[in-house]
T-cell receptor, first 113, second 114 residues
Framework: EAGVAQSPRYKIIEKRQSVAFWCNPI?????LYWYQQILGQGPKLLIQ????????DSQLPKDRFSAERLKGVDSTLKIQPAKLEDSAVYLC???????????FGPGTRLTVL | GDSVTQMEGPVTLSEEAFLTINCTYT??????LFWYVQYPGEGLQLLLK?????DKGSNKGFEATYRKETTSFHLEKGSVQVSDSAVYFC?????????????FGKGTHLIIQP
């Protein structure tokens, strides 16, 4: 069974530029999550989708971050414009929903200079 | 709000030593509790979980018991191996079941020396 796929794996940008990350969840998983992991900290939930609807985006900085899951499968997370403090690993996870385990992708490491 | 506190690392042990990584939580209601592990160069993987008080999760020789009275979920292993070297994260799911976004601790880096 293929795992959660993410791309790119690494990205370096200048502050005030924009960047987008892509996630393809495990086939059949209805629930998709984006987390931000700053160095030395645990992952923090940014947004949760159930199919193509948003369940929780309370910790998403909506002035600069946006995310979509238009067809209820893959998802894109965008930052525009980026700030230095956005440097982090962005993790995507998926689950069947209900009590199922969340499966994490390898992450995208973003460096903002 | 909900939070998870785990012991600071790095924790350095010799092979075959006994391991305990402490984890305590603050949450309303009845959360589910998890331990995730991140091996070098790999993504986060679920190690074990417990969904209600007094449940014991176990996997790969690791164990943790959900203690509601002390709001704790300490990770233990009787005899660690070099291959256990990794970062360990304690996490909770606020409404139980794991369907919600997880709240993680900061992680504990475990180093096992031969």
């Amino acid at each position: 069974e293929a795992g959660v796929a993410q791309s790119p794996r690494y990205k370096i940008i200048e502050k005030r530029q924009s960047v987008a990350f892509w996630c393809n969840p495990i086939s059949g998983h209805a629930t998709l999550y984006w987390y931000q992991q700053i160095l030395g900290q645990g992952p923090k939930l940014l947004i949760q989708f159930q199919n193509n609807g948003v369940v929780d985006d309370s910790q998403l900085p909506k002035d600069r971050f946006s995310a979509e899951r238009l067809k209820g499968v893959d998802s894109t997370l965008k930052i525009q414009p980026a700030k230095l403090e956005d440097s982090a690993v962005y993790l995507c996870a998926s689950s069947l929903g209900g009590v199922d385990t969340q499966y994490f992708g390898p992450g995208t490491r973003l460096t903002v200079l | 709000g909900d939070s998870v506190t785990q012991m600071e690392g790095p924790v350095t042990l010799s092979e075959e030593a006994f391991l305990t990584i402490n984890c305590t939580y603050t949450a309303t209601g009845y959360p589910s509790l998890f331990w995730y592990v991140q091996y070098p160069g790999e993504g986060l993987q679920l190690l074990l979980k417990a969904t209600k008080a007094d449940d014991k999760g176990s996997n790969k020789g690791f164990e943790a018991t959900y203690r509601k009275e002390t709001t704790s979920f300490h990770l233990e292993k009787g005899s660690v191996q070099v291959s256990d070297s990794a970062v360990y994260f304690c996490a909770l799911s606020p409404k139980g079941g794991g369907a919600d976004g997880l709240t993680f601790g900061k992680g504990t880096h475990l180093i096992i020396q031969p």
